[in-house]
C-alpha cells in the first residue's frame, strides 16, 4: 500500500508569490498515477493535475506539476485569492487502494 | 455534461448499515470507474472503493469486508453499504467518477506505446453521515 505524505501541513503566503507543495510517495510510483486536487470549505475537490503535469480543463497554467519515482511538487505560480485552498496528492491507477496525501492548507499571509 | 446526484440517510445509530446512492446523469456509466470517497470532519480524502460496468469492485483493506459497492441493471446508479458503523464513520461521503484511459501513442510491429491518463473527474455534492446513539 503506497502511503502519500505531503509537507508542509500548512503554508502562509501573500497573493502574487509562488508555492511550492511537496508529495512523497512509500514507494516508486508511476507518474501517470499522481493526481492533484483542489478543495475549498463546503466544497468537493476539484481535479486540478493528473499525470504528475497535465493540466485538467480549465486550470490556469499558473498551476504546474512535476516529479517522478516517489518525489512530486505542485507549483502555484503568482497566487491569486481564488488559489487559497487545501490541495491533496492521490496516486491513482497504479495499485489499490488508491491512497491520498494528507493535504497541504496554502493560507493567506 | 455527467453530473452525480447522491442521497441516502444521514443519521444513522451504532451497529446499523449506512447506504447511499450515486445517481449517473447526463453521460455514459461504461468505461469509468465508479467511486466512494469520504472525508472525516476536519481531516482529509479517504478513498472507499469503486466499480465499474463490468461489476468488478475494489475496496480499501482498511475498511474490510464493511464494504459493498453494487451498480443497479440498468448502469445508472450505484450504492455503497458500509456495515456496523461507528462513530468514527462520521464523515462526509462523495461519489465520483474515476478515468483510466489508455491511448496509443504509436505502434510497430513490436508493440504500442502508449500514453495513460489516469484521474477522477467528476464529483458529487457530498452527503454528510453522522453516527450518533
Known amino acids: 500500500e503506497v502511503v502519500l505524505t505531503q509537507s508542509p501541513g500548512t503554508v502562509s503566503l501573500s497573493p502574487g508569490e509562488r508555492a511550492t507543495l511537496s508529495c512523497r510517495a512509500s514507494q516508486s510510483i508511476i507518474s501517470s ?3 492533484w486536487y483542489q478543495q475549498k470549505p463546503g466544497q468537493a475537490p476539484r481535479l486540478l493535475i493528473y499525470g504528475t503535469s497535465t493540466r485538467a480543463t480549465g486550470v490556469p497554467d499558473r498551476f504546474s506539476g512535476s516529479g517522478s519515482g516517489t518525489d512530486f ?10 488559489d487559497f485552498a487545501v490541495y491533496y496528492c492521490q496516486q491513482y491507477g497504479d495499485s489499490p487502494p488508491y491512497n491520498f496525501g494528507q493535504g497541504t492548507k496554502v493560507e493567506i499571509k | 455534461q455527467v453530473q452525480l446526484q447522491q442521497w441516502g440517510a444521514g443519521l444513522l445509530k451504532p451497529s446499523e448499515t449506512l447506504s447511499l446512492t450515486c445517481g449517473v ?26 466499480i465499474n460496468e463490468r461489476g468488478d469492485t475494489d475496496s480499501s483493506p482498511s475498511l474490510g469486508s464493511r464494504v459493498t459497492i453494487s451498480a443497479d441493471t440498468s448502469r445508472t446508479h450505484f450504492s455503497l453499504r458500509l456495515s456496523s458503523v461507528t462513530a468514527a464513520d462520521t464523515a462526509a461521503y462523495y461519489c465520483v467518477r474515476g478515468r483510466r484511459d489508455r491511448r496509443a501513442l504509436s505502434c510497430s510491429l513490436r508493440g504500442c506505446t502508449y500514453a495513460y491518463s489516469y484521474y477522477m473527474d467528476v464529483w458529487g455534492e457530498g452527503t454528510t453521515v453522522t453516527v450518533s446513539s
Open chain 1, 33 to 35: 498515477s499522481l493526481v
Open chain 1, 73 to 82: 511538487t505542485l507549483t502555484i505560480d503568482r497566487l491569486e485569492p481564488d
Open chain 2, 25 to 50: 446523469y447526463g453521460g455514459s456509466f461504461n468505461s469509468f470507474y465508479w467511486t466512494w470517497v469520504r472525508q472525516i470532519p476536519g481531516k482529509g480524502l479517504e478513498w472507499i472503493g469503486e
